[in-house]
């Protein structure tokens, strides 16, 4: 949960520093009415974080079968996927948005993923 309070604070704070503008009625059909700026995409970032954060726990969980463990991670990774993909098609934001948004999660991923993993006695107690 703290991961993706962080994640959400970095996307504000990078919103107001980069000041992009979402994508105008005249350049694309907008399907969403959106509020403040564009890069980095919010909700890709914390898809990204948070499902990404649900994959890193249970690939450390020894109550799931390998089989189990791939299918969890890939319902994960499609909702990262669609998320992504949505965001686009609703006209909210640019691919490079989306890209920025998922860029940024991988990086803060790794970063918290290094302090998760490197207590392995989380993933011995799960």
């Known amino acids: ?3 993706t309070l962080f994640s959400g604070v970095l996307g504000l704070g990078l919103k107001i520093l980069i000041n992009r503008p979402r ?3 005249d350049l694309v059909l907008l399907l969403e009415d959106t509020k403040y700026q564009s890069f980095p995409s919010g909700h890709v970032l914390f898809y990204t974080v ?3 954060s649900i994959i890193m726990i249970i690939m450390t969980l020894k109550i799931f079968s390998n089989k189990m463990k791939i299918f969890l991670a890939a319902a994960c990774l499609g909702m990262i996927f669609m998320g992504a993909v949505s965001r686009v098609y609703l006209g909210a934001h640019w691919f490079t948005d989306v890209l920025g948004g998922f860029i940024l999660g991988i990086l803060f991923l ?3 993923g290094h302090y998760y993993l490197k207590d392995s006695w ?5």
């Open 50 to 52: 948070f499902f990404g």
């Open 1 to 3: 949960m703290i991961s």
């Open 122 to 126: 989380i993933g011995s107690k799960l």
């Open 23 to 25: 994508p105008t009625q």
């Open 110 to 112: 790794f970063i918290t």
